[in-house]
């Protein structure tokens, strides 16, 4: 059953440390109804025209779509890069009582 207003927004975060902070700090804000921190992973990238290969971790963060303009300021104010990924998914399909969980779980607009 497709429901637009459920997204993921992935970013990465330097080490275990800072994104378990950053993942504590959204949903207690209920910028986030639940954040994931995944195992170290390598990245592979070029920045300043170098190749780069650094340990991260990937962050998913679940909020609805109403609060991404929010979430991405938020996220973007507590991250240390120069210029974090936040990159939001659309969720195609989900259980309707986790979606009511996550709901229930958010920052209301006008709060």
Avoid: F
């Avoid at 993921?8 to 950053?22: C, F, K, Q, R, W």
């Avoid at 998913?60 to 609060?67: E, P, R, V, Y």
């Avoid at 979430?71 to 009511?100: D, F, K």
């Amino acid at each position: 059953m497709p429901n637009p207003e459920l997204i993921i927004i992935m970013t990465t975060l330097p080490n275990l440390e800072l994104a378990n902070s950053i993942a504590r700090i959204l949903v207690e804000e209920k910028l986030a109804a639940c954040v994931q921190v995944l195992p170290t992973m390598t990245s592979t990238y070029i920045w300043d025209n170098q190749l780069c290969q650094e340990p991260e971790h990937l962050v998913l963060i679940k909020t609805l779509a109403s609060n991404y303009e929010l979430l991405a300021a938020r996220l973007t104010s507590l991250h240390p890069y120069e210029v974090p990924e936040i990159i939001a998914l659309p969720v195609v399909a989900v259980e309707q009582n986790y979606l009511l969980w996550a709901k229930s779980s958010l920052l209301k607009q006008g709060q």
